[in-house]
């Protein structure tokens, strides 16, 4: 007992003398971005729960069919078919979740740009202009720029840390727009000019590709009102029509499942398609 208590006490007075060295030297760094605990527990959590979340879903299923094979067989057999659309549900969900978080920041990122370069043109460093970009509300884009300033406190230089950004976001503009912003502080351009320069080009794509998607949007709006307004009214009333002259056509049942659930699934397909033709960058 007297030396697991030596032992402790050492082992508390190293981590005391640790953390007071630790503190000293932020107190004296005047550099110091106040958001490294916050940005890498994010980044843990994006890595790692991510996949313990899928690994207790499937576990979860697996006891749940095990239990059902047990007691009705029948009941297995519909679980299974649940646990299965479950289990692919899941596994495309960090992909999906990603994308949507990409297409957030590429939304974004010519606004962003552009108050970075408006911040470099005032006389504001770098370091200070990014600082405010992170500090902005940009969503994603706040985000991604926050984890490249903890990469540059931690030693990163410039060019290393545009590049991890690059490999995070994974979009090839975002590996087009890094490239230029590298290349002009290996060169030693004027970084404010590429930025502003970059911002104009990406937002007039922009406002081309939405005139291109207006127009494929009145073709797509004419088809969606055929198949989630027209079709469900049109049988509607074909049902109660031939049920009035030849008696009952439809199971009743299936008549609920068709109005309750197969034309509300039609309607979100519709939208989630429609949702995935808007443009971005």
């Known amino acids: ?70 007691i009705d067989f029948n009941l297995f057999l519909d679980a299974l078919t649940i646990g299965i659309l479950i289990i692919i549900v899941n596994k495309l969900r960090p992909n999906i979740r990603k994308n949507r978080k990409r297409d957030e920041l590429l939304k974004l ?68 727009i890094i490239s230029q912003i590298t290349r002009t502080l290996t060169n030693g351009g004027n970084l404010a000019d590429t930025l502003n320069t970059i911002a104009n080009e990406n937002s007039n794509n922009m406002k081309i590709k939405y005139k291109e998607y207006s127009q494929k949007l009145n073709s797509v709006m004419m088809l969606y009102m055929f198949i989630a307004v027209l079709i469900p009214v049109i049988s509607f009333v074909f049902i109660i029509a031939a049920t009035t002259v030849m008696g009952s056509i439809i199971d009743g049942e299936l008549l609920l499942i068709l109005y309750l659930f197969i034309f509300p699934l039609i309607i979100i397909f519709m939208i989630i398609f429609i949702k995935n033709m808007e443009p971005t960058i």
Do not use: W
């Not at 107190?27 to 991510?50: A, P």
């Not at 500090?135 to 540059?152: A, H, M, P, V």
């Open 109 to 176: 990122l010519p606004f962003g740009l552009r108050q970075l370069s408006t911040q470099l043109k005032a006389g504001i460093g770098l370091f200070d202009a990014m600082k405010i970009v992170a500090n902005s509300d940009y969503g994603e884009l706040s985000r991604q720029f926050k984890i490249t300033l903890n990469d540059i406190q931690y030693g990163t230089n410039y060019i290393e840390a545009f590049d991890k950004m690059a490999k995070r976001v994974d979009a090839p503009i975002m590996d087009k």
């Open 1 to 70: 007992m007297i030396g697991s208590y030596v032992l402790n006490s050492k082992s508390l007075l190293k981590n005391i003398k640790f953390r007071s060295k630790t503190d000293h030297k932020e107190n004296n760094d005047t550099t110091t971005y106040k958001i490294d605990e916050k940005v890498n527990e994010e980044i843990l959590e994006n890595n790692d729960n991510t996949e313990n979340h899928e690994k207790q879903v499937t576990l979860i299923i697996v006891i749940i069919l095990l239990l059902l094979l047990l």
